[in-house]
């Protein structure tokens, strides 16, 4: 008998994330895990409700697949409230499995072979392994380093006649910069004339802290019409295993997402959908996320200005950045396995976001937690010491 060898990787150089890496050592070593990026505590009970009385209802075929439509429709609504500019349920918007897979759907759908894709590192991981899939040659243009803004000049020089898609994401993770209306026209500005499609990853859109707004794609009507927008109820209503997003996008742009939709998840939970759709009729249950966060955001990192580690400024996500020079030098990967199995608290190192990060002390930490569980680590991180 022949024997096979291993099949030819599409994706060579990838291996477990470090998410997972940080959460496997955490639970070995029964360190407080703020690494990954998900809350420890219960949604509303009245989503569950929601989602169980769909079921009951027989909410538990196929749905359509572009989503159910009472959810678009309160999407629709909940856009219109917040960038005052509704979309068309019917041909501008799509329920997806998540916002990874809209990310990777919306490559798909749009880079060919030979094409670039530029990211704003650091960036979430799984943007580099998105282009590849699709066949695009992924261009890296660096933030700021100190304050992690956009630089337009470099975007603008990294421009060129075979950019097909850039990718940005505010609020960021994983610095939680917020970006500024100035800054969406100054993107404008920069790709206007350019071939350049825009995927704008919004998924902490309702995480902006001290008076901010959210001012994303689709408010702004010249970025809008060159743009995938993509959203997270996972993220915003505490249910991130669930896996539920959306992406909205002008007609002409949603009809080629969807092309590829059909084919790669064809639709997503049913009586999920209609348990969003009945739990959005009650817009506050988003519109008070960011003050719910940033008393969370108040708390730990009123704690963490007792530790030796230096805060970064968190204008919104739930994420919070620290610089530990003051404790050690070497290398952030290898500061965060001493930090979860010396101290007993699992942070993500910021390299993971980069793919040759630059030497700096940089460490992200999650506080989507109970009360509780930052005290506990907030406990632990002050035995530190210079």
Not at 64 to 81: C, D, F, N, T, Y
Not at 310 to 315: A, G, S
């Amino acid at each position: 008998m022949t024997s096979l060898s291993a099949p030819q990787s599409r994706l060579p150089h990838v291996g477990t994330t470090i998410f997972s890496v940080m959460s496997a050592l955490a639970a070995q070593h029964k360190a407080v895990n703020l690494g990954q990026g998900f809350p420890d505590f219960a949604c509303e009970p009245a989503l569950i409700d929601a989602v169980h009385e769909a079921m009951r209802a027989g909410h538990n075929q196929y749905p359509p697949m572009q989503g159910v439509p009472l959810l678009r429709q309160r999407i629709s609504e909940k856009l219109a409230r917040q960038h005052g500019r509704a979309a068309d349920p019917d041909t501008e918007i799509t329920i997806t499995a998540g916002a990874t897979q809209a990310i990777l759907t919306a490559l798909l759908a749009l880079v060919h072979p030979g094409d670039e894709v530029i990211v704003l590192e650091p960036c979430y991981d799984s943007y580099g392994p998105a282009i590849e899939l699709a066949g695009g040659q992924i261009v890296r243009v660096g933030l700021d380093p100190l304050t992690f803004r956009p630089d337009f000049d470099r975007l603008r020089a990294a421009l060129t006649a075979k950019t097909r898609v850039v990718i940005v994401n505010s609020p960021h993770n994983p610095t939680g910069v917020v970006w500024r209306a100035a800054e969406w026209d100054a993107l404008a500005e920069c790709l206007r004339g350019s071939a350049a499609w825009l995927i704008s990853d919004e998924v902490y859109e309702h995480m902006v802290f001290d008076d901010r707004l959210h001012s994303g794609v689709w408010g702004h009507q010249e970025l809008a019409a060159r743009s995938l927008m993509i959203s997270s109820f996972g993220k915003t209503y505490h249910v991130t295993g669930w896996k539920v997003g959306y992406v909205v996008a002008p007609a002409a742009l949603t009809a080629e997402f969807r092309k590829v939709h059909q084919f790669n998840v064809f639709t997503v939970n049913t009586p999920m959908q209609h348990g969003l759709a009945a739990f959005m009729a009650e817009p506050h249950h988003h519109e008070g996320l960011s003050a719910f966060y940033q008393a969370k955001r108040d708390h730990f990192c009123a704690g963490l200005a007792q530790t030796p580690l230096r805060l970064l400024p968190c204008e919104g996500t739930y994420f919070v950045c620290a610089e530990y020079e003051a404790i050690s030098r070497i290398p952030d990967t290898q500061f965060c396995r001493w930090l979860t199995t010396e101290v007993g608290v699992a942070a993500i190192p910021l390299s993971a976001f980069y793919a040759e990060p630059p030497v700096r002390q940089r460490i992200r930490f999650c506080f989507a937690k109970q009360t509780a569980t930052l005290d506990s680590a907030l406990q632990r991180l002050q035995t530190m010491r210079p």
